[in-house]
């Protein structure tokens, strides 16, 4: 390799470095440089090349404006001690560049300059410093304002930490109440130092505090002006300001500082008033950036304060709400006991044939009025066991109860319904445990409740198991609770659990179940009737016997509910749960293949697509006595296949069809739409009947297709002659 390569690589790797490098031979002169150098100090690369003296090198840059004298000569004084030891040092530039200079002897006897430029490593140490300060002093504040929920307390403490940090000679703050010009500005919490009161004496800072007790009203004084324009405003004379509260004019209060305290959205929700011998100190950076700070810091805190009364009030409200609610609920209960007595009490003497005798269709419209009667009387009962219970109304009758006795009752209760379903009915029960004390009428309650809920939700053939054992509160882990109560683990709790193979509840819906008068499945297409208020009513019972309950589910696997009972001490806590009344419904396949392909009559067809069986018989009766061949889907799957089936001709299809809305699987508005775009069916009047009467659900209906509307409970005159109408067209 020649020199001449030698040095053109030299030169390339020196300019790839991103300090200046400056060699100075044994005779000062300048023997090797890099582009750095020429940029740091706009040297030009002719005047380098042509190897001045260091003098000339240094005195160029201090002709630029860059240093002063002082900095050149100790740079020349670091030369003539680099050539024996090294030195570091740092130049502070006349432009606000800070260098990191160092000096470095080589073995040739020349001396290798390299300058550094660490403006930016400087600056942001310091501005790392200044906020940890600021931090610092906020986290301190923090912490003691989150000691209390006192709002006088967290503003006191506040102020006498703000008239300690700034030496001021009093100071106050103050929260605006009130809208508009109606606002007020009342004084929390005031500070008055003993230096202050020694000077000007009690009865002039008595004065003071009286006049804040009162409070300062929209427009008077400065305070009004900070909270407008969220400015802090200094003022270097108080007492001969023309805008100083007259109460105030007083010798002693000389420079005042008024700062805005902030809320989260930006409006000023009060103001921080302090008296300084020293007002440059209140408007110095680092002092006024955590006056600022610890204002924000105070209006975090008054914010806090403030949302705690209001959500006190608000569950004040929420308790006069929930009373007002469950008297409501009794008085209508009750309202509507009377006129359902009389129903049952009248349906009773009709089936007993007193008056005289029925035919058999007769004596089943009776037995029908019946049971929709009790169905209708335990949903009360159900209603005002919960205004009861919410309303604190409800005391348990502790005695020592049979455990064995108690469920072997209940098994034998659901026997009947579980048995149309072909279900498996067992019991397990710890013989530890013979008799408990509870209050058996609602233990009663709870457990058919909940094997209530298994058979209607366990498929035919399925299996139910009711057990009861001694548990602790251990045992509990892993299970759903909706309550998070905390709960000892070594309490002894009676454990009574229901498991079946039913359809099992998706974990997203496990918030809902304990809810009053919620539905896991509330769609249109629901299978399973109720009104939401069983395992509400389970929950409130079993914690008025100062227990909880749990539970485990797995879709189409089944669930296991469990209320646990504690055999310690019973305490008296608000609590909920109903025996819930179920109609099973049927979904006979004989109802959903009544034939449309049968032969022609004369009477009018009328096809009723309707799932549940007294709402089937129902119609079914009002149509027929007029003379009406009805036939029935019990299913809007079913439907749906209908009306798709390649084999339905024209001659097949009713006059007319009698469309409820929710139906399973498939709902009525669903149908009606595929009816009215479909070319045969949409020939086919159809009137929608529905228990939905809320606004706009009658709109809904025509939508989707329907001609009529008729709404649930039926008017029997309405449904016929809704029914003539459509034949006569």
């Known amino acids: 390799m020649n020199v001449e390569q030698w040095r053109e690589e030299q030169e390339l790797i020196l300019n790839q470095i991103d300090n200046a490098i400056a060699q100075f031979d044994q005779n000062h002169r300048l023997s090797l440089f890099n582009l750095k150098l020429t940029q740091m100090w706009g040297l030009s690369t002719e005047f380098l090349e042509g190897k001045p003296d260091f003098e000339s090198v240094v005195r160029k840059i201090v002709n630029q404006g860059y240093w002063g004298e002082e900095q050149c000569q100790y740079l020349k004084a670091c030369l003539l001690k680099s050539q024996s030891q090294g030195t570091a040092f740092c130049i502070e530039q006349n432009n606000g560049v800070c260098l990191e200079v160092y000096s470095t002897a080589m073995p040739s006897g020349e001396c290798l300059f390299t300058f550094r430029d660490v403006t930016y490593y400087r600056n942001s140490q310091a501005s790392f410093n200044t906020e940890v300060r600021r931090l610092k002093f906020l986290l301190g504040l923090n912490e003691r304002l989150q000691d209390s929920d006192n709002l006088r307390e967290i503003a006191q403490f506040a102020l006498n930490y703000l008239v300690r940090v700034m030496n001021a000679a009093f100071g106050d703050v103050k929260v605006i109440t009130g809208e508009g010009k109606q606002r007020q500005a009342g004084s929390i919490s005031n500070n008055v130092s003993s230096q202050f009161v020694a000077s ?73 008033t302090l008296e300084s011998r020293n007002l440059e100190q209140l408007q110095a950076y680092p002092q006024r950036d955590m006056l600022y700070a610890a204002c924000r810091t105070l209006g975090a805190a008054i914010e806090r304060a403030q949302a705690q009364d209001r959500l006190r009030q608000i569950n004040e409200d929420l308790e006069r709400a929930s009373q007002m609610k469950s008297e409501f609920l009794a008085s209508m209960s009750h309202e509507l006991r009377t006129p359902l007595n009389s129903i049952l009490g009248f349906s009773d003497l009709l089936k007993r044939q007193i008056s005289g005798s029925l035919n058999s269709r007769q004596i089943n419209h009776v037995k029908l009025i019946e049971k929709s009667g009790q169905h209708l009387l335990q949903l009360i009962n159900d209603i005002l066991d919960l205004s009861k219970i919410e309303a604190g109304k409800t005391e348990l009758d502790i005695q020592a109860v049979e455990l064995h006795r108690l469920c072997s009752e209940c098994i034998k209760m659901i026997q009947p319904r579980a048995d149309k379903k072909r279900l498996a009915l067992s019991l397990e029960l710890d013989y530890r445990l013979n008799h408990v004390p509870l209050d ?181 009766e009002i149509l027929e006595l007029e003379g009406y061949q009805v036939e029935l889907i019990c299913e809007g799957q079913t439907m749906m296949e209908m009306i798709n089936s390649p084999f339905v001709r024209a001659s097949m299809l009713p006059d007319v069809i009698l469309m409820d809305i929710q139906l399973p699987e498939v709902d009525g508005f669903e149908l009606m739409r595929e009816i009215k775009k479909h070319s045969l069916w949409q020939s086919v009047p159809v009137v929608a009947v529905t228990a939905m009467a809320m606004p706009g659900d009658r709109a809904r209906c025509l939508e989707a297709g329907a001609v009529a509307y008729l709404s649930k409970p039926l008017d029997v005159d309405q449904v016929l002659a809704t029914v003539k109408s459509l034949l006569s067209n």
């Open 200 to 272: 000007y004496g009690e009865p002039a800072v008595a004065e003071m505090q009286q006049l804040l007790e009162q409070g300062i009203p929209y427009g008077q004084g400065l305070l009004w002006e900070v909270v407008e324009t969220g400015q802090a405003v200094y003022v270097e004379d108080y007492a001969r300001h023309p805008q100083a509260v007259a109460g105030f004019r007083h010798p002693g209060i000389g420079q005042l500082g008024i700062f805005p305290i902030p809320a989260t959205n930006g409006g000023i929700i009060g103001v921080l």
């Open 440 to 620: 058996e009428r609602r233990v009663r309650q709870i457990i058919i409740n909940l094997l209530s809920n298994a058979v209607k939700f366990t498929p035919e053939a399925g299996s139910i198991k009711l057990s009861g054992r001694l548990a602790y509160g251990s045992q509990m882990e892993g299970d759903y609770r909706p309550d998070c109560s905390p709960v000892n683990a070594s309490t002894p709790f009676l454990c009574l659990e229901v498991q079946d193979s039913g359809i099992g509840i998706p974990e997203d819906r496990w918030h809902l179940l304990f809810r009053p008068f919620q539905q896991v499945d509330a769609s249109l297409t629901r299978r399973h009737e109720g009104t939401g208020l069983g395992l509400a009513l389970t929950k409130r019972l079993a914690e008025l016997h100062g227990g909880t309950v749990s539970m485990q589910s797995e879709v189409n696997q089944g669930s296991v509910f469990r209320v646990w009972l504690p055999l310690t001490e019973m305490r008296q806590v608000l609590t909920h749960n109903p025996n819930e009344l179920r109609v099973t419904l049927k979904t006979s396949s004989d109802l959903a293949s009544a034939s449309l392909t049968s032969h022609a009559r004369k009477a009018p067809r009328i096809l009723v697509v309707e799932d549940q069986p007294f709402n089937q018989l129902l119609v079914s």
